[in-house]
């Protein structure tokens, strides 16, 4: 119930008159290598992750998956584990390359940037780590009042011949913590795409990169342009632990659906 009032004051905040106190452009700069940096463990990541799908004729879907991450050569695995139907299919990131696996089918089928998390409103990047600051040049909007939170609002455009999924998107950023709290993404159009809400972060302290961690516990998308549908994103047990050298390969994630 509390989640439902903190969605509402947003949306209310969005209504109210931003305060011009602009800061510098290389002061955005570091502050989007700040919200990269406090993201990135250096060393590997797992975590469970349950995604609820709901459309906009009340249809509803979910998912349990495995995330396995090793940022230090930004590999990235999503194994799902329910329901039974899913169980086996996989998303594999090799060399900045995304491949699905289908297990019914046998066969892996690259992916581009865009393409959808097992047919919900989630991407790629939802679960993988942060790189803002290598992906886009941002720009400062204004500060503004997100709720009780005061945010930096950002404006990010894609850098030449870096392929992304969104080439324009805009943050809101904690003052305080300098964790993001909202996030829109846009066609080079302009036209809206997915309004992305990150209600509450968890930090852990990582030994491979003798330093803490900031992580979202929880990612709510809404499709803009399919407007109804929506996806929660819950990540939970998270560890920080080294995993398996030899678990980021086809065969490893093709052994787990037998």
Known sequence: MKLRYWFLGLAFSNLSTPVALAIADQEVRELVK????????????ASVVFIDQKTKDGATKAFEARVYRRDAD??????????KA????????LEKNL?????ALGKWERQTERASIAGTNSRRDDFDQSRLADEYDAAFVADENLGKFKVYHLKLNAK???DVASPIV??????????????????????LLRTSYYPSWQKMFSKSKGAEVYMPKEIRVFDEVDKGNATTVALREVKLEPLDANMFTKAWLESQSR
């Open 86 to 93: 899913e169980a086996g299919k996989g998303y594999l990131r």
């Open 170 to 191: 805009e943050l809101w950023i904690d003052q305080n913590e300098k964790n993001v709290m909202k996030r829109q993404e846009f066609a080079l159009s302009g036209k």
């Open 160 to 162: 030449p011949g870096i």
């Open 34 to 45: 700040l919200v990269d940096t406090r993201q990135r463990n250096v060393g590997d990541y």
């Open 99 to 103: 491949f699905l696996y289908e297990p």
């Open 74 to 83: 930004e590999k990235l695995m999503i194994l799902f584990t329910k329901p």
